[in-house]
């Protein structure tokens, strides 16, 4: 399969070498991911409402491996990451209460939404060498992507910039097995732009019974019928297998954290993953004031896990599709111009999911038993939205947008005949969520905004459940209202950069998850919490030579979190910080430049303690972790560039838990709190392009 993908990659390469035009001498190429210049990263995020950018600048200072790092390096974003398909992403404290997985915020991938029905995100599903640039809208500002009270993640696939053809690999190596390949063709001739990779990910893992392995095809094309009309299809597959090693005891952790937890690795507990994403978007211009893109898409996913018991193997199927519209357009006010967005989203699912029992043996660990479980919902979630941007003066602009959500579930026990069959539904009212946002203009460089925004999350399939598999028809979708001010300024000719923002989310009807069993909760909304913060992200370029260039950055996070009203089995936790926040996070670094084509980059992570049960009686220790990164860069012809990296991670060896449950209970051992960080490892890249 991979020859025969690698044979197709390089039929293609000599095919547009005689379709296309000559290669003008000052276009844009993408003969390597690191040459892509900063200045032209694009946002999603309309208007007014503020977003975060990570392109090839960020990517940079870690492996072709570490997405989840470069997501870290965003202030008031923080990634707990297990293993590279144990993934948590909170924002600002929203979604840290999940025990497993991503939920409370919108991810979509080139406009194209892959959050599911129930608001689960994987964000491990993508590579992060596949991308051009990942942006985060931080809470519920962004109208136009859900409002959801985490807000959205927008992936950007690679595109080649410029009329080019390029192909290009780079090859990976490193600690722990780690083999990763990834082989990408970019054409652009005018009218038709081609985009497709083929990445391949194997490592055995640092812990007992981690080994991971992953396979991905992406395909993002579209063609300019003319100026007015393009059309674009969007084709994504990941295909992986991971082994689980799951969380450890104090004890296990301080002792040994390479192990597994004992009755995962016990059974050889394993998940595999296949998931495919197609999307076809329609752009046409009606004139110099509006616009139109639409989007359909259908998703798959095929998921299975062998579990220990009493967990049972779960296998589930879940089919998704709909489709997205959004109407852009300007028209004349006050002898300026403003602007508006219109438009709607429909996100339709039907996921089927079946339990099987767990037969322990000697040789291969388990066996599947018997059907035990089979369960079928539909979901739906129907999300419109429209913004209005008034340029009050040359100075001052006013956004107003407002979002409606509708949210249905309808539940199928496929299992169950008779009268102890289970068929609930359940209808979440309209919810509205209205925003505001301001901004001042001093100058070209130095702005104020300022938002007030209302958003909403709603509940998993567990929480909507009772154990018993009925609708619990009690539960509500949290809503909470946003309050923000921050400045983004430029100084010394845009050499220095800076992002400052404050915070206060209130947050009401809080989602709690309450573990009755190892594998069922019971979900109920318990209080009130309160989420305030400090953000800064900041960076200088300095030029000290033409042979000599340093760059260093800083991101900052202070989190101030705390449940305001808060009860749960009969304890009052009111005024404790919220569980599963560290309090301070930063990121501080220098990356430099040097000797036509050398560049060497540093970097310290610092997270500090984080509270695992609501009473805060025990919290996790702070760490530090130092990452380098060492390559080079070389053009060896106008057709051909090579580069090399050397990388290493966790410089001192620190012992960490790179991310932490809480509220674990014991169920007759220690309770697992810990997912140990890997210790010092190293990685190696040659990374080869060739302009067609």
């Known amino acids: 399969m991979r020859y025969l993908l690698v044979f197709t990659f390089l039929l293609l ?118 991308l051009s640039q990942m942006e985060v809208i931080k809470g519920p500002k962004g109208t136009t992507f859900g409002a959801n009270l985490g807000g959205a993640i927008i992936l950007n696939p690679k595109e080649a910039l410029g009329k080019s053809t390029n192909l290009s ?29 083929y990445g391949h990910l194997e490592t055995d893992g640092y812990r007992d019974n981690s080994q991971f392995e992953r396979d991905g095809l992406l395909l993002n094309t579209s063609y300019q019928f003319n100026e007015n009309n393009k059309i674009g299809l969007l084709v994504n597959h990941i295909d992986y297998t991971a082994n689980i090693a799951s969380s450890l005891g104090a004890t296990a952790f301080a002792e040994n954290p390479k192990q597994a937890a004992a009755n995962w690795g016990g059974v050889s507990g394993f998940e595999t993953n296949n998931y495919s994403l197609i999307g076809l978007n329609y752009a046409h211009i009606f ?61 339709k699912d039907e996921y089927n999911w079946s339990l099987f029992r767990t037969l322990e043996q000697a040789i291969n660990g388990s066996i599947q038993g018997e059907k035990f479980s089979a369960n079928k919902e539909f979901r739906t979630q129907l999300n419109s939205f429209g913004t209005l941007l008034l340029p009050l003066t040359e100075t001052f602009s006013a956004q107003i947008g407002l979002a409606v959500n509708k949210t249905k579930y309808d539940f199928r026990d496929r299992f169950n005949t008779g009268t102890n069959s289970t068929t609930a539904k359940r209808d979440f009212d309209l919810i509205v969520l209205p925003s505001l946002d301001l901004e001042y203009r001093f100058s070209q460089a130095t702005s104020l ?55 206060q989310m209130d947050v009401r009807n809080l989602l709690v998850a309450e573990r009755v069993a190892e594998d069922q909760f019971i979900g109920r909304n318990a209080g009130k919490t309160r989420h305030r913060g400090i953000e800064m992200a900041m960076d200088y370029t300095w030029t000290i030579s033409l042979k000599l260039q340093i760059s260093p950055f800083l991101s900052y996070t202070l989190n101030d979190h705390e449940f305001v009203n808060f009860t749960d089995a009969g304890e009052n936790f009111s005024g404790n910080p ?21 560049y060497w980059n540093i970097l310290r992570r610092y997270v500090s303690e984080i509270p695992l049960t609501d009473a805060n009686t025990l919290q996790s220790d702070s760490f530090n972790v130092f990452t380098s990164r060492l390559g080079y860069q070389k053009s060896l012809s106008e057709k051909f560039t090579i580069g090399v990296d050397f990388g290493v991670n966790n410089i001192f060896d620190e012992h960490y838990a790179e991310s932490v449950l809480i509220n674990a209970g014991s169920f007759g051992g220690e309770p697992r709190y810990y997912y140990p960080g890997n210790p010092r490892n190293f990685y190696g890249s040659l990374r080869l392009g060739w302009r067609i």
Not at 58 to 72: G, R
Not at 177 to 186: A, H, P, Q, R
Not at 584 to 594: A, C, E, V, Y
């Open 13 to 130: 390469s000599a095919f547009f070498s005689h379709a296309q035009n000559p290669i003008e001498k000052d276009s844009v190429t993408q003969l390597d991911e690191v040459t892509l210049l900063d200045a032209l990263k694009t946002k999603n995020a309309t208007g007014i409402s503020t977003s975060d950018v990570i392109s090839a600048k960020i990517f940079q200072n870690y492996s072709p491996v570490e997405l989840t790092s470069a997501i870290n390096q965003i202030p008031g974003v923080f990634v707990l990451s297990g293993a590279l398909n144990t993934n948590r992403i909170t924002v600002r404290g929203i979604g840290a209460r999940t025990l497993f997985g991503t939920d409370k915020l919108r991810l979509y991938y080139n406009d194209i939404p892959v959050t599911d029905g129930s608001g689960f995100s994987t964000i491990e599903a993508f590579d992060l060498e596949n």
């Open 169 to 197: 690999n780079n090859f990976t190596i490193g600690s722990f097995g780690l083999l990763k390949d990834n082989l990408s063709f970019n054409h652009n001739n005018g009218k038709l732009r081609l985009g497709l990779q």
């Open 287 to 347: 004139n110099d004031r509006l616009k139109n893109t639409t989007s359909i898409f259908y998703s798959y996913l095929d998921h299975f896990e062998r579990r220990p018991a009493p967990l049972g193997f779960l296998d589930e199927i879940t089919n998704g599709y709909g489709f997205r519209t959004r109407f852009t357009g300007n028209f004349a006010f006050l002898n300026r111009t403003a602007e508006y967005n219109l438009g709607a989203e429909l996100y």
């Open 449 to 503: 905004f300022a938002n007030v925004s209302r958003g909403f999350s709603n509940p998993t399939v567990e929480q909507t459940l009772t154990p018993d598999g009925v609708i619990n028809p009690d539960i509500a979708q949290e809503t909470g209202t946003n309050y923000e001010l921050g400045t983004e300024l430029y100084l010394d000719e845009n050499r220095f950069h800076l992002n400052l923002a404050i915070y």
């Open 578 to 598: 919220l569980t599963g926040v560290p309090k301070q996070l930063s990121t501080i670094g220098i990356q430099s430049r040097f000797l036509d084509g050398f």
